[in-house]
């Protein structure tokens, strides 16, 4: 069995740059970069929010950048998913794809979380290419033009409104025939005059070609479908944090976030760290998962220090 010192769960921002930070404090890192190397970053194209880049930076470039950095620094990158994962024990042991074993005295984990979607093959072939998850992400690049947002919740609204801030014009596209956000944020929306609800909708496909999205089908609750013509299409229909193979042991909340300790990145059990998504239900930003990672590396570092 492989004995590990410093072992690192995702290779999304967070993941990345723990192992940066890990691996100039001499931690000899191992990553193991998932089922999705690179993260949810990988399926955007631009993204104009992440600093020191004046004209914005392909999403999949970025993680390739972030990777030979760490690698540069000595970091030992992996492809490999771990499939099993026992924190009862020290070391904490691991399988990896089912087969192989390792023991490591420390463990950062940086799986991400995963935008729930409505599962339209339509969908996945336009993501990107004007389907999106994240307003505040992909929002910039729909300025004066027409979008929808899927959802009633509090997100849903605080997506539609800051939307409806660049955009000439957002509809919400709502199943029921109220919203199950709070009533401020409703409140928000029915002050926001270029939002237009459209109650009891489902959508039934999104339409376009092959430059992006242009419209999306919908079916209302009595039977009858119309179409919509919109640049874009949002998804707010929540996150779902990728924290089952270890929330037998970490403490989570009621949706499956990873619980740390005040601003560190530790958890409920002493020498599990988590960074990134994984563990933050509020922003889910690029910067905010690498600022993150940057930590779970510190306090990991503190931690085998005083071993």
């Given amino acids: 069995m492989e004995q590990i010192q410093c072992l690192i769960i995702g290779g999304g921002p967070a993941g990345y740059t723990a192992a940066i930070y890990a691996s100039r404090a001499g931690l000899t890192p191992v990553l193991y970069e998932g089922?999705?190397?690179?993260?949810?970053?990988?399926?955007?194209?631009?993204?104009?929010?992440?600093?020191?880049?004046?004209?914005?930076?392909?999403?999949?470039?970025?993680?390739e950048a972030m990777r030979a950095q760490a690698l540069r620094l000595g970091a030992d990158i992996r492809t490999g998913a771990v499939t099993e994962a026992d924190l009862s024990v020290r070391p904490f042991r691991f399988v990896i794809d089912g087969e192989k074993e390792v023991e490591a005295e420390a463990?950062?984990?940086?799986?991400?979380?995963?935008?729930?979607?409505?599962?339209?093959?339509?969908?996945?072939k336009f993501k990107g290419m004007g389907v999106s998850a994240c307003a505040t992400c992909d929002g910039f690049f729909y300025r004066k033009k027409t979008v929808a947002v899927v959802g009633g919740g509090d997100t849903a609204c605080e997506e539609a409104t800051y939307?409806?801030?660049?955009?000439?014009?957002?509809?919400?596209?709502?199943r029921r025939d109220v919203l199950r956000a709070s009533e401020a944020m409703q409140e928000k929306v029915?002050?926001?005059?270029?939002?237009?609800?459209?109650?009891?909708?489902?959508?039934?496909?999104?339409?376009?070609?092959?430059?992006?999205?242009?419209?999306?089908?919908?079916?209302?609750k009595d039977g009858t479908e119309f179409d919509i013509k919109i640049d874009g299409f949002f998804l707010a229909i929540g996150h779902h944090p990728?924290?089952?193979?270890?929330?037998?042991?970490?403490?989570?909340?009621?949706?499956?976030?990873?619980?740390?300790?005040?601003?560190?990145?530790?958890?409920?059990?002493?020498?599990?760290?988590?960074?990134?998504?994984?563990?933050?239900?509020?922003?889910?930003?690029?910067?905010?998962?690498?600022?993150?990672?940057?930590?779970?590396?510190?306090?990991?570092?503190?931690?085998?220090?005083?071993?």
């Fill in 35 to 63: 089922m999705q190397p690179g993260g949810q970053l990988t399926t955007t194209t631009d993204i104009e929010n992440f600093p020191g880049f004046e004209k914005g930076v392909d999403g999949q470039g970025l993680m």
């Fill in 107 to 124: 463990v950062i984990i940086a799986t991400g979380a995963t935008a729930r979607y409505l599962g339209l093959p339509s969908e996945e």
């Fill in 163 to 174: 939307l409806a801030s660049l955009c000439e014009k957002v509809y919400m596209i709502v």
């Fill in 190 to 220: 029915r002050r926001t005059a270029n939002i237009e609800i459209l109650w009891n909708c489902n959508t039934r496909e999104i339409l376009g070609d092959m430059t992006g999205v242009t419209g999306a089908r919908l079916l209302r």
């Fill in 242 to 307: 990728n924290s089952e193979l270890f929330s037998k042991w970490v403490a989570v909340d009621e949706n499956g976030y990873i619980i740390t300790d005040g601003k560190t990145s530790r958890t409920s059990v002493e020498g599990v760290f988590a960074a990134g998504d994984v563990q933050d239900p509020l922003y889910r930003q690029a910067v905010t998962a690498a600022a993150s990672g940057c930590r779970a590396a510190m306090d990991m570092e503190k931690y085998l220090s005083l071993k």
